[in-house]
T-cell receptor
Framework: GQNIDQPTEMTATEGAIVQINCTYQ??????LFWYQQHAGEAPTFLSYNVLDGLEEKGRFSSFLSRSKGYSYLLLKELQMKDSASYLC??????????WGAGTKLIIKP | SQTIHQWPATLVQPVGSPLSLECTVE??????LYWYRQAAGRGLQLLFYSVGIGQISSEVPQNLSASRPQDRQFILSSKKLLLSDSGFYLC?????????????FGPGTRLTVL
């Protein structure tokens, strides 16, 4: 079967750095997405990785290792508005998105 | 620019009543369209997707159905709602024919079945 694992919940302090991990086992791989979802709202796109390595976009970076079936989202200089759920999703061999359950990130002052 | 609309934003329905949720996309042609359901504190469950008018693929057998009567209109329906149908329903679209399948989401409909 297809499986994506993320921690259920993480807590971090404003101004700090947090890393949210995602491991996956899917039938094929055509890219990995990270989405941010604030409570009660729709998910919004953060990043896309299809090759190994680190993609940096402002305070957010995403890393991919295809051989390990592993990705992480790194958030720097945390702000209170970063409190949200972060969803990892993998594009499988049929170009369908397989979604993780999401990681709820709580930011404390 | 492209926009996606969903309505209603919230809905409270009794068990056994019918359902119709509508999604429309503007600013693009022949999009891929998706219906997801998200239970509280859970990930996204793909319910249906469509690559064209009248073409619907069902991912999960259940008492819901979907239709695409027009290129940019996607409708989710049920004849008789169950308690387990409660959740956050999201419509999404993506560009057809590209491998980079970024999906863009509508604002969602929160359905409570009592």
């Amino acid at each position: 079967g297809q499986n994506i694992d993320q921690p259920t919940e993480m807590t971090a302090t404003e101004g700090a750095i947090v890393q949210i991990n995602c491991t996956y086992q899917t039938s094929g791989f055509n890219g990995l997405f990270w989405y941010q979802q604030h409570a009660g709202e729709a998910p919004t796109f953060l990043s896309y990785n299809v090759l190994d390595g680190l993609e940096e976009k402002g305070r957010f970076s995403s890393f991919l290792s295809r051989s390990k079936g592993y990705s992480y989202l790194l958030l720097k200089e945390l702000q209170m508005k970063d409190s949200a759920s972060y969803l990892c999703a993998v594009l499988d061999s049929n170009y369908q998105l397989i979604w993780g359950a999401g990681t709820k990130l709580i930011i404390k002052p | 620019s492209q926009t996606i609309h969903q309505w209603p934003a919230t809905l409270v329905q009794p068990v056994g009543s019918p359902l119709s949720l509508e999604c429309t996309v503007e600013g693009t042609s022949n999009p891929n369209l998706y219906w997801y359901r998200q239970a509280a504190g859970r990930g996204l469950q793909l319910l249906f997707y469509s690559v064209g008018i009248g073409q619907i693929s069902s991912e999960v057998p259940q008492n819901l159905s979907a239709s695409r009567p027009q290129d940019r209109q996607f409708i989710l329906s049920s004849k008789k709602l169950l308690l387990s149908d409660s959740g956050f329903y999201l419509c999404a679209w993506s560009v057809t024919g590209v491998e980079y399948n970024e999906q863009f989401f509508g604002p969602g409909t929160r359905l409570t079945v009592l």
